[in-house]
Structures are given as structure tokens and as C-alpha cells.
């Protein structure tokens, strides 16, 4: 069956400092990969979108990659600042539904 | 575009009610999703409607739950005779899917919490 790993330990990291999630899947050839964040009592808000024949896609001081090989996408959060303290969600998926990982926290401290 | 609403906010009531919620789509969407997420744990898929089609229903968790989009406009989640089992938050999504079929982001409303004492 298809499974979706992400780190389950908090990531706590210093401000200004390089944030990177990993988001491995198994038995699975997602056509794309989506990034949404969570803050907690609110819904999933997007983030990024790359798809399988995408290597790497930024936005702002975001950056995703995706390897079909490795079965591995990577998001990084360059600069990062105690706001983007979250848990983040990755979302292998084909052209009907989104699954979900359990998502990683982001804990940003000043 | 106002976003995704969901109504209630919370939900409290007791084991062997029945409850119904309700999800109002961004109105350009022809997509609309129901998840369930507990704690600690990423959403759920449970199931989801092109216009008033709902396409897949496989995951719904058990025959006490069903979901309806009359019209394919708002749509309604439904659980009869509750169980403290159920108690998470009841998240509804809405999107856009082209000709392509190609994948669209998925705009979520802040959910329905659900707690079954």
C-alpha cells in the first residue's frame, strides 16, 4: 500500500538558518507533489506545487525538489523567521485525490 | 473569492447522535473534498465530488458516514449514530480541475471539530 514518510521529530532550528523537510513515499508514482502548511485549529494553506518532470521549484524563500528516483521530495525554507513555525504537509498525489503525510513541525526560535 | 467555509466551527454531542456539517466551496470550483484529521496525523481523504458527482466514496470510514452535493454547489457531511471514534476535525477542500486533468491546489476551509463524549 502506499506510504508517505515524513520526519516525525519537531525540527527546531535558529532563526535565519537554511529549514529542510523531507518527504519520502513508497509504492506510489505520484504524477506531482504538492506543499501545504498547518497552523494549528486552521486548514492546510498551499504552498507549492512540482511536477513529476520538475526538478526543482521555488517561490520566494521557498525551494522544493523532487526525484521519482529517489521516491524523495526536499523543502526548504531559506532565511527562515519564527512565523514560518508550522507543520508542514506533503501531498505525492496522481489527477484525482490528495494524500497526505503526517506532516513535520517547523519550530523557529528568535 | 471569500474562501472555503465550513460550518459549525465545533461540534459537541453525544454518542449515538446524529450530525450533519456543512461546506460551502469557493463557487468557481468544481471540485469539493471531505478529510478527517486527528491528532498528530496529516488529513484524511474521504471522499470527494466533481460538480454534484461524488467520484469516490470507497474511503468513506464506515457506512455511517455520507456525504451529499446537491446541485453541486454547497455540500453536507453526515455521521449517524456517533462514536467517540469519530471525534477529529472534519476538514472540506474545494479546487479546480481542468480538461488536463492536471493537478490543482487544494483551497481548505478551517474545519468542523468534532467531540463525541
Known amino acids: 500500500s502506499q506510504k508517505i514518510e515524513q520526519n516525525s521529530e519537531a525540527l527546531n532550528i535558529q532563526e535565519g538558518k537554511t529549514a529542510t523537510l523531507t518527504c519520502n513515499y513508497t509504492?506510489?508514482?505520484?504524477?506531482?507533489l504538492q506543499w501545504y502548511r498547518q497552523d494549528p485549529g486552521r486548514g492546510p494553506v498551499f504552498l507549492l506545487l512540482?511536477?513529476?518532470?520538475?526538478k526543482e521549484k521555488r517561490k520566494e524563500r521557498l525551494k522544493v525538489t523532487f526525484d521519482t528516483t529517489l521516491k524523495q521530495s526536499l523543502f526548504h525554507i531559506t532565511a527562515s523567521q519564527p512565523a514560518d513555525s508550522a507543520t508542514y504537509l506533503c501531498?505525492?498525489?496522481?489527477?484525482?485525490?490528495?494524500?497526505f503525510g503526517k506532516g513535520t513541525m517547523l519550530l523557529v526560535s528568535p | 473569492d471569500t474562501g472555503v467555509s465550513q460550518d459549525p466551527r465545533h461540534k459537541i454531542t453525544k454518542r449515538g447522535q446524529n450530525v450533519t456539517f456543512r461546506c460551502d466551496p469557493i463557487?468557481?470550483?468544481?471540485?469539493l473534498y471531505w478529510y478527517r484529521q486527528t491528532l498528530g496525523q496529516g488529513p484524511e481523504f474521504l471522499t470527494y465530488?466533481?460538480?454534484?458527482?461524488?467520484?469516490?466514496k470507497s474511503r468513506l470510514l464506515s457506512d455511517r458516514f455520507s456525504a451529499e452535493r446537491p446541485k453541486g454547489s454547497f455540500s453536507t457531511l453526515e455521521i449517524q449514530r456517533t462514536e467517540q471514534g469519530d471525534s477529529a476535525m472534519y476538514l472540506c477542500?474545494?479546487?479546480?480541475?481542468?480538461?488536463?486533468?492536471?493537478?490543482?491546489?487544494?483551497?481548505f476551509g478551517n474545519g468542523t471539530r468534532l467531540t463525541v463524549t
Open positions: 465530488f466533481q460538480n454534484e458527482a461524488q467520484l469516490e
Open positions: 463557487s468557481e470550483h468544481n471540485r
Open positions: 509504492n506510489y508514482s505520484p504524477a506531482y
Open positions: 477542500a474545494s479546487s479546480f480541475m481542468d480538461w488536463t486533468g492536471s493537478g490543482s491546489p487544494l483551497h
Open positions: 501531498a505525492p498525489s496522481g489527477y484525482s485525490t490528495l494524500t
Open positions: 512540482i511536477r513529476e518532470n520538475e
